[in-house]
């Protein structure tokens, strides 16, 4: 196990509710003194854009990654996806400034590779022999492939009705695979059992270890440096565990820190589907029945990190939305007809609730808008059926 720093300047890891500092070369998963998510500290003293490195990978931000030695490293090329602008749309809806991210080039097919390439390198840096993760699908494939590169032993717990491409996926990287009827949140629950009779288990959960987020916040280096320092006015994020969200504001906060950029910061939206929407019910002060969806990302009914989904949408002064499932279908297909790009079901739901916020009067036409396709809809074809 490494633990002398090269070039990473990560320098501590801090308790998200009452800031208390562990040792970074612990292996650590949420904090034991607010049972709360994690977060990396850095040392930005000195640290430049003039040190990022010349890479076609997230990697390219490795001094604020948490992974002391380079060695460690298990990339399979992920990260650096491009930013589309949607001409065809913001010409038919009267935008001025419209524009997607579109995650589904990650190696595995969505977002979930840039958490899980720094997740299982950080877990090789500690000497984790096995990792288990619940998931709605995309992770568990991602974690399986990483694994897989590793050579970590991997367990993959997922809802009985994911569709069976996902689980093809990660058995075909090698990976044990468990099946549960109902959510992800049974499905963690299958993991808090199996983690007690084996604790030599790593779970890498959504925000129950502070490593995959640190891999998500990526995204907001690259929206940074490829908008040339200029951020959008918003950023419409489809939000599950939320780990993305919460990643790219830390990137921003970072990044603010370090003099990389300055001004506003963007709106950050949440958006949700109203078969499954706990964030919009917390802010909303209603309940919800948490039922499956055909945006399998989407269906997290018990987040663990909602209170920082929250802060950020509260610092950012932005929101959160609802979409249902007809409405992510059509805007998956008008994505498709009118810009050739295949999005997940997530993706469906973030032009959807686009437009429904205009609609609403919450959005200008002249903003410059930044949405978030976190996959590739391939996967969730048997969903179609």
């Not at 930005?44 to 490795?62: D, V």
């Not at 949140?185 to 808090?192: E, I, M, N, P, S």
């Amino acid at each position: 196990m490494a633990t002398e720093t090269t070039f990473s300047h990560a320098l501590n890891v801090k308790c998200s509710a009452c800031e208390k500092e562990y040792e970074f070369t612990e292996l650590l998963t949420f904090s034991p003194c607010c049972t709360r998510p994690l977060l990396v500290g850095y040392n930005f003293n000195g640290l430049s854009k003039k040190e990022l490195l010349p890479k076609t990978s997230l990697w390219r931000y490795e001094a604020l990654l948490p992974v002391l030695n380079p060695e460690n490293i298990v990339s399979l090329g992920e990260g650096m996806t491009s930013i589309i602008s949607l001409q065809r749309l913001s010409h038919e809806y009267g935008f001025e400034q419209l524009y997607l991210k579109d995650e589904s080039s990650n190696p595995t097919g969505s977002f979930k590779a840039r958490g899980m390439s720094v997740a299982i390198s950080k877990a090789k840096e500690l000497g984790i022999k096995h990792c288990i993760v619940p998931t709605a699908g995309n992770a568990g494939g991602a974690m399986s492939a990483y694994c897989a590169k590793a050579g970590i032993e991997a367990t993959v717990v997922m809802p009985t009705f994911t569709p069976h491409i996902f689980k093809e996926e990660c058995r075909s990287f090698g990976a044990n695979l468990i099946e549960i009827n109902g959510l992800i949140d049974a499905c963690g629950q299958k993991v808090r059992e199996m983690k007690e009779k084996d604790p030599n288990l790593f779970d890498v959960s959504t925000m129950k270890e502070p490593y995959r987020l640190e891999g998500k916040k990526t995204m907001g280096f690259e929206i940074a440096e490829q908008f040339g320092w200029e951020l959008p006015d918003v950023i419409i994020y489809p939000t599950g565990g939320g780990t993305g969200l919460i990643g790219i504001w830390k990137a921003f906060d970072e990044m603010l820190t370090l003099g990389w950029i300055s001004g506003k910061l963007p709106r950050m939206i949440a958006i949700q589907t109203a078969n499954c929407a706990p964030i919009w019910s917390e802010v909303n002060h209603e309940e919800f029945s948490p039922k499956p969806s055909l945006a399998n990302g989407l269906a997290v009914p018990y987040p663990f990190a909602k209170g920082l989904i929250i802060n950020v949408l509260n610092q950012s002064k932005g929101g959160v939305y609802t979409v249902t499932e007809e409405e992510l279908m059509a805007g998956m297909r008008e994505l498709m007809m009118k810009e050739g790009v295949f999005a997940a079901p997530e993706g469906g739901a973030i032009w959807a609730g686009l437009k429904k916020m205009v609609h609403l009067g919450v959005l200008s036409h002249n903003e410059k808008i930044l949405l978030l396709n976190t996959g590739f809809a391939y996967k969730y074809m048997e969903n179609f059926e």
